[in-house]
T-cell receptor, first 113, second 110 residues
Framework: DAGVTQSPTHLIKTRGQQVTLRCSPISGHKSVSWYQQVLGQGPQFIFQYYEKEERGRGNFPDRFSARQFPNYSSELNVNALLLGDSALYLC????????????FGPGTRLTVL | QKEVEQNSGPLSVPEGAIASLNCTYS??????FFWYRQYSGKSPELIMSIYSNGDKEDGRFTAQLNKASQYVSLLIRDSQPSDSATYLCAVIEDTDKLIFGTGTRLQVFP
């Protein structure tokens, strides 16, 4: 079985632009979470989606939004990019049987210039 | 919001030694605890979970939980240079979000 996949791997944007990051969970998993990891810090929770519904939102501005599709894949959108949005964006796949156990994808490295 | 504290390190140990990584958490009601390993430039990899007081062993790894002291630790026996990474401690909040510490960087030297 394939693990969690994320695309793109790397991305370079300029301030003010918009970006869309994509994630496909492990087959059979219906829930995904998004995290932001700034260099030297632990990951910070952004969103969680289950069955296309938002179940949780972290302390991030409204420039951050996400959605989940019928096939359980997910997109994270960030508008009006700031330099401080430069980070590794991680998607975690969550099993319905063990909702507290999260498996991370390889991440998308976003650089904002 | 719950807080998780870790010493950022680096923790340097010789090959073959026991590495001891520590973590404290703020919410006495926390029930689920996790250790992730993160190599430089890579994503976190789940290596241990623990839910009950005491020790849980998996190969060279032992997780220890003391809820009264709000303390979680990870022991790595027979440390290898390939164990050199950042180790992230995490707790669950509201059943759906992980709260991470800043991680402890472990260096195992030959």
């Amino acid at each position: 079985d394939a693990g969690v996949t994320q695309s793109p791997t790397h991305l370079i944007k300029t301030r003010g632009q918009q970006v869309t990051l994509r994630c496909s969970p492990i087959s059979g998993h219906k829930s995904v979470s998004w995290y932001q990891q700034v260099l030297g810090q632990g990951p910070q929770f952004i969103f969680q989606y289950y069955e296309k519904e938002e179940r949780g939102r972290g302390n991030f501005p409204d420039r951050f939004s996400a959605r989940q599709f019928p096939n359980y894949s997910s997109e994270l959108n960030v508008n009006a990019l700031l330099l401080g949005d430069s980070a590794l964006y991680l998607c975690a796949s969550i099993s319905a049987q063990r909702i507290d156990t999260q498996y991370f994808g390889p991440g998308t490295r976003l650089t904002v210039l | 919001q719950k807080e998780v504290e870790q010493n950022s390190g680096p923790l340097s140990v010789p090959e073959g030694a026991i590495a001891s990584l520590n973590c404290t958490y703020s919410d006495r009601g926390s029930q689920s605890f996790f250790w992730y390993r993160q190599y430089s430039g890579k994503s976190p990899e789940l290596i241990m979970s623990i839910y009950s007081n005491g020790d849980k062993e998996d190969g060279r790894f032992t997780a220890q939980l003391n809820k009264a002291s709000q303390y979680v630790s990870l022991l790595i026996r027979d440390s290898q240079p390939s164990d050199s990474a950042t180790y992230l401690c995490a707790v669950i909040e509201d059943t759906d979000k992980l709260i991470f510490g800043t991680g402890t960087r472990l260096q195992v030297f030959p």
